[in-house]
């Protein structure tokens, strides 16, 4: 490794602090085990250094930051993983059932698509995709956060309201 792409232990430090306060506020949560969180917040940004981007520490980036778009750090699939596996694909945020210990964290299968099908969605209008999304769109009431997915989110990310007072908009 490249003395450029070295990160100290102090860079490590006040990121996952950083992301760990956030997550917090918007109702998501690191996962507890710090050695190991610590490990995916120094990939974040050796990835950052290399790409100029936070691409996923645990998928291969292209260096291409329009098609690492979906896994950019939050990822697109993070939520579904917590909804589905009570932790995103590589364990750096996970479900307060796994944080409190009462849900295991375990393998995750891979969900994002081969680049193609992404360039397939991708060339699809916006309103085409909005109309033809598999999942239920909910709002928050309070705010008018918009999210796609099974079920709502816990706690809206924006105003940290809670999941009953989402709504389904479409």
């Not at 940004?45 to 098609?67: H, I, T, V």
């Not at 085409?128 to 809206?156: H, N």
Request: proline residues 7%; contains cysteine.
């Amino acid at each position: 490794m490249t003395a450029a792409m070295e990160v100290s232990a102090e860079e490590v430090n006040r990121l996952y602090g950083k992301l760990s306060q956030e997550a917090e506020s918007s109702g998501y949560h690191l996962n507890p085990h710090r050695e190991f969180t610590q490990e995916l917040v120094k990939g974040l940004l050796m990835n950052e250094r290399r790409y100029g981007y936070w691409a996923c520490p645990c998928r291969l980036a292209s260096g291409n930051k329009e098609e690492d778009l979906d896994i950019i750090c939050p990822c697109d699939y993070r939520d579904p993983d917590l909804t589905d596996y009570d932790a995103c694909y590589c364990a750096l945020y996970v479900s307060q059932a796994a944080l409190k210990g009462e849900k295991k964290i375990r393998a995750i299968p891979e969900r994002r698509p081969p680049l193609e099908e992404r360039k397939k969605t991708k060339a699809e209008s916006v309103t085409q995709r909005i109309f033809s999304l598999p999942l239920p769109i909910w709002r928050c009431r309070v705010c008018g956060y918009l999210c796609a997915r099974e079920e709502p989110p816990e706690v809206c990310p924006i105003c940290k309201a809670k999941k009953e007072r989402f709504e389904k908009f479409l």
